[in-house]
């Protein structure tokens, strides 16, 4: 089940999960910054791949992509968690996928806070 968290104090604080049986793996969420935009614009930049995609590696040597929007600012993200710049982008590929499928929901859950980031 995929599925879109947002925070009830802050519209701009979201992210994307897949969860299943066992597990729950965090596709995309917002921007680092104080100038993210709210979820609904967010999401559907991500739904729309609107902007300019970048792959990049942490010192740990894992890969994370970020959306950057015209602007230069970075609209979404994915955790660092991939081995391989190429399953990177394939991940974006999926957080875009179920970007759309969410937006095609009524409301996404709504929490008052979030644990682990």
């Given at each position: 089940?995929?599925?879109?968290?947002t925070?009830?104090?802050?519209?701009?604080?979201?992210?994307?999960?897949?969860?299943?049986?066992?597990?729950?793996?965090?596709?995309?969420?917002?921007?680092?910054?104080?100038?993210?935009?709210?979820?609904?614009?967010?999401?559907?930049?991500?739904?729309?791949?609107?902007?300019?995609?970048?792959?990049?590696?942490?010192?740990?040597?894992h890969?994370?992509?970020?959306?950057?929007?015209?602007?230069?600012?970075?609209?979404?993200?994915?955790?660092?968690?991939?081995?391989?710049?190429?399953?990177?982008?394939?991940?974006?590929?999926?957080?875009?996928?179920?970007?759309?499928?969410?937006?095609?929901?009524?409301?996404?859950?709504?929490?008052?806070?979030?644990?682990?980031?």
């Open positions: 089940m995929i599925r879109l968290e925070r009830r104090d802050d519209a701009s604080r979201w992210r994307l999960v897949v969860r299943t049986s066992s597990r729950a793996d965090v596709l995309a969420h917002e921007a680092g910054g104080r100038d993210r935009p709210p979820w609904p614009e967010a999401v559907a930049q991500l739904r729309e791949g609107a902007g300019e995609l970048e792959v990049v590696r942490d010192e740990t040597m890969f994370r992509w970020l959306l950057h929007a015209a602007d230069g600012s970075v609209v979404a993200e994915s955790p660092a968690v991939h081995r391989d710049a190429g399953l990177c982008r394939i991940s974006y590929a999926n957080a875009r996928r179920a970007a759309g499928t969410v937006l095609g929901r009524l409301r996404p859950t709504v929490s008052g806070a979030r644990s682990g980031s």
